[in-house]
Each structure stands twice: as structure tokens, then as C-alpha cells.
């Protein structure tokens, strides 16, 4: 069976299975693009603000209970996953996010529809723009939906980085006797600990984690009730305080109302911070990563202080050769999050007057720098970072040949005579206690309390 749906553009024919309508089917046509529909974290909160919606229409009096409950019904059903292939929009589009909506009307109204024994179509009964979009606008429902999908994604986030703080804090003890030598500018410096360079990720993670959970309070802020330029026209007062509260209590989100409409309706600097956060993370995750690439180099020609796990052979011409291919995957997910905050960035700038147009863009990229981010965090934890051993004697070899001891001779001898025998040893390819020894500079005794690369790591009184 198939029915033909009209609008001020003409008319189209659809099929019965076809739950979505004439504006989603236009869309469809208009930016088939990416082969990728939009977000299904967003058609959820979308949905859910559709329920919202519908409840507090008709606790205010304007929507009649049996459509109410038909919507409502419809919005579950939606929620609970039968619907999915009925969201066909592309996740690039031109008009704010109207697309999404209305491909969110239609199947909320033919459901309905269906629900209560109706045709598809038979939009008398209940209307996609009348009845489920009543008192709203794509610019308040949409933004509204992409806070709400934001903040689910955000606390996913936030809870694989306190797991990734935990390995790495676990590391940081496991590892904290294996001295070695450290490295400025890739050159040889001072000795520390492997567990102090595992400690620092762990803060550097922590510090990631607060700036998530922060971010949280702008997040909850929402413009719903704003309607179309943030003035509420068709939104009367009691409902625009009512959609709150029962959204609040769908979501267990502690959403608030924007003290300023048109404000959170056209600026979109929230998504903006955000994605700068995840900006952060990824520098952060980067950073290890490049670190455990550097560490775990060799075995005979590079560092070799570390083992990685080996999760698949890495060569198709040299034999036993395994790549540091989960540190990799992290870098080329830190690389996308870094260009997807880029074109966020140019995406929020680019608003004009009362409206951000280019939403959908914002929401593509953030939703999907947040569940890359969590992905990949989690097989750095799991694949990674949990398996990593020490080579303890290779590190020591380090500490020990590593000429930056010399700056314990410092307040015994001067800078410019440690100087020389830090010059003579890297000539020479000698440990510094041996020159010390060679030059008979002090006695063996304090040459080895002085240069013992232990007595490095600890801050002295």
C-alpha cells in the first residue's frame, strides 16, 4: 500500500512501511551525502523532548488526552529501538536541524497513528507540525536534544577516563623502583622513576576529567520554550514552565532554563567549550601515546625501557616485527577529535543574527569526537596500557650512563668543571663516576652517594 502526502512544494508517494514523510523524504533526496544518518543518541533526546513536549501541551490544556497518550506511546516505542531504520535523514544537512525534526514529527504522528488503528498519513487525526511539534520550533527542540545527547556522551566519557586514570595509577605503582634516565628535549637528562612518568598521564587524565564534569553545568542550560528567535511566540508561559520540569524528570538530568532565550538559541559557545575540552583529552592521549611509541621503540635500535603488548603481527615483509598499532589508533583518534573542533569552531562562528544554521554539522562532530574518544580510551585501557611491562636492567643502564648526573658535582666542583667531565664521559662513552674515579676528584664513597641515579628522584629537604 501507498499513500501520496502533499505540501506547498507538491506532492509524493510513499509507501505505508515508510513511517517517516513528505519533508523527510525531501531531505532524504536533498542531502543524501554521507551514507550516515544523524546520531542516534540525538533522535533519542530528540524523542524524549517530543514526550516532554506532548505531556506538558496537555497538562496546560492545549493537546487533547488521547493524542497525548498516542504520542506518548509512540515516543516509547521510538525509545525502545523499533523504529530505527525510520531516522534516514544525512548527518550533513543545510536548515539548522529542521530535517531531523521533521523526520522526528513524522514517525512520532505515524506511529501514533498506527497506535490508535489509523492509516499512516491520515494526518487530520494527528499532525506531525500541529500536534507532535505543538509550542515548539526545530530552534528550540534541537539544540535542546543536542545538550541532552552532549551530557549522556560526556558521562561515558568522563567515566572510561577514570578507568584510564586508575591503569595508569596502577602502572605508576607497579613501576615506581624502575630508575631511568629522563629526557628534555629528547637529550639526556636528570633520572626518574617510569612510575613518575605513569603519574603525570594520571594527572594529566584527572585533570581532563574535572574539566568534563564542569563543562556539565553550561550543558544543562537549555533554550527549550524559545521557539523560533528566542521570544516564545506560540509557547504560552505555564507550558514553557511545565516542559521543563517534566523533561528534567525523563532525562534525571538537572536541566535548567536559559535566564536569556534568545541567547542560547543563536550563540552556540557552549558545544564550542566542549569540543575544546575534548581538544584537550586528545592532546593529552596524544601525548602518551607518542611517549609509549617513543619508550617502547626497538627492541635493538631504539629505547626498549618498555613492552607493549603485542596484538597483531605488524609486517608483511619483516618477520616478527610488532607495531605500536594501539598507541597509533590513539593518535589518529586524537588527530579526528582535533579536526572535528576545528570545523566546530568555524561551524559556531559562522551563525548569523537570531540562528546557527550549521547545528546539525556541531552536533555531527561533537557526538562523534565524544564516543570516538570513549572507544578508543577504552582499547588504549584494555589492549595497552594494562599490559605494559618495564625492562627494569635496560632503564638502570640508562640512569646510570645518562651524563645530567653530573649536576650533583655542581656544589662540589663548580658548573664548568662538572661541565668537563660531563663532555669527557659522552666522548668517551664512560659513566660519569667512572671519569670522576679516573680524575680522582673525591673519594669512591662520595662519588657514589653523589652520583647514585636513586638519590635523583627524591626532593630533598
Not at 668537563?420 to 660519569?432: S, T
Request: aromatic share 6%; proline share 3%.
Amino acid at each position: 500500500m501507498s499513500r501520496i502526502e502533499k505540501d506547498f512544494l507538491g506532492s509524493i508517494e510513499l509507501s505505508d512501511l515508510e513511517l517517516y514523510g513528505i519533508h523527510t523524504k525531501r531531505a532524504f533526496a536533498n542531502f543524501n551525502v554521507s551514507g550516515k544518518s544523524v546520531d542516534k543518541d540525538l533522535i533519542k533526546s530528540l524523542v524524549m523532548v517530543k514526550k516532554a513536549c506532548a505531556i506538558a501541551n496537555y497538562e496546560v490544556g492545549l493537546l487533547d488526552e488521547k493524542i497525548k497518550d498516542a504520542i506518548v506511546f509512540a515516543c516509547d516505542e521510538i525509545l525502545a529501538g523499533k523504529y530505527d531504520d525510520q531516522f534516514i535523514v544525512d548527518r550533513f544537512q543545510g536548515g539548522a536541524g529542521t530535517s531531523t525534526n521533521m523526520n522526528v514529527n513524522e514517525v512520532i504522528a505515524n506511529v501514533a497513528l498506527i497506535h490508535i488503528g489509523r492509516k499512516p498519513g491520515e494526518y487530520d487525526i494527528i499532525h506531525p507540525i500541529n500536534h507532535v511539534n505543538m509550542s515548539q520550533s526545530t530552534n528550540d527542540v534541537y539544540p535542546t536534544a543536542l545538550r541532552i545527547a552532549t551530557i549522556w556522551n560526556v558521562r561515558e566519557l568522563s567515566e572510561e577516563c577514570a578507568e584510564l586514570q586508575k591503569s595508569l595509577q596502577k602502572k605508576e605503582h607497579e613501576f615506581e623502583d624502575v630508575i631511568k634516565a629522563g629526557r628534555t628535549q629528547l637529550q639526556d637528562a636528570l633520572p626518574v622513576t617510569l612510575g613518575q612518568e605513569f603519574g603525570a598521564y594520571a594527572q594529566a587524565i584527572s585533570r581532563d576529567r574535572w574539566r568534563l564534569y564542569k563543562v556539565e553545568e553550561r550543558l544543562r542550560v537549555v533554550n527549550l520554550g524559545a521557539t523560533a528567535v528566542g521570544t516564545g511566540v506560540n509557547a504560552p508561559l505555564k507550558y514553557i514552565f511545565k516542559v521543563i520540569e517534566i523533561l528534567r524528570t525523563l532525562t534525571k538530568i538537572g536541566l535548567a532554563r536559559s535566564d536569556y532565550l534568545m541567547d542560547a538559541t543563536q550563540n552556540a559557545d557552549v558545544f564550542v567549550e566542549c569540543s575544546g575540552l575534548l581538544k584537550a583529552l586528545a592532546v593529552n592521549l596524544s601525548k602518551i601515546a607518542n611517549d609509549l611509541r617513543l619508550l617502547s621503540s626497538g627492541p635493538n635500535t631504539g629505547f626498549n625501557e618498555i613492552n607493549l603488548p603485542a596484538v597483531q603481527a605488524g609486517s608483511s615483509i619483516m618477520p616478527g616485527k610488532v607495531n605500536p598499532v594501539i598507541p597509533e589508533l590513539i593518535n589518529t583518534v586524537a588527530f579526528q577529535v582535533m579536526a572535528n573542533d576545528f570545523a566546530i569552531t568555524l561551524a559556531a562562528q559562522a551563525g548569523q543574527l537570531e540562528l546557527n544554521a550549521f547545528l546539525p554539522l556541531i552536533a555531527n562532530n561533537l557526538l562523534e569526537s565524544l564516543k570516538i574518544l570513549k572507544n578508543g580510551i577504552k582499547i588504549f585501557r584494555q589492549q595497552c596500557i594494562d599490559g605494559i611491562t618495564a625492562n627494569k636492567e635496560k632503564c638502570l643502564e640508562y640512569a646510570k650512563k645518562t651524563p645530567a648526573i653530573a649536576a650533583s658535582l655542581i656544589d662540589r666542583i663548580g658548573y664548568d668543571k662538572a661541565a668537563e667531565i660531563a663532555k669527557k664521559a659522552i666522548l668517551e662513552n664512560k659513566q660519569i663516576i667512572d671519569v670522576v674515579k679516573e680524575l680522582n676528584i673525591m673519594d669512591e664513597k662520595e662519588a657514589q652517594e653523589l652520583l647514585n641515579p636513586f638519590e635523583f628522584i627524591k626532593f630533598k629537604e
